[in-house]
Nanobody, 121 residues
């Protein structure tokens, strides 16, 4: 399984970014996808997740109402639209998927290389 993220960058507080992740190596539409992040000196945390068909989503409380996860199974791609960004959103963002076809997992087995998101105040 290969996951390749893109779309990170530097933005001012209040701005927006859209992350993309293209998956290959297995049937994309059969598996949930997640976006996780890791800030300097912090552990990795789950930001958002989406079920195999997009019918179920999860958001951590601090991003609810500001971030939107979506997927296009025809393009093997998952997105994370990030609006109203805050300096505390600064982190490396990772796309991930589980080994098993779980609905909305909290643990992930395959990871991309990560993309840096920096929000300046």
């Amino acid at each position: 399984v290969r996951l390749v993220e893109s779309g990170g960058g530097t933005v001012q507080a209040g701005g927006s970014l859209r992350l993309s992740c293209v998956a290959s190596g297995r049937t994309f539409s059969s598996y949930a996808m997640g976006w996780l992040r890791q800030a300097p000196g912090e552990g990795r945390e789950l930001v958002a997740a989406i079920s195999w068909n997009g019918g179920n989503t999860y958001y951590r409380a601090s991003v609810k109402g500001r971030f939107t996860i979506s997927r296009d199974n025809a393009k093997n791609t998952v997105y994370l639209q990030m609006d109203a960004l805050k300096p505390e959103d600064t982190a490396v963002y990772y796309c991930a998927t589980p080994e098993l076809p779980l609905l909305l997992p909290s643990e992930y087995d395959y990871w991309g290389q990560g993309t840096q998101v920096t929000v300046s105040s």
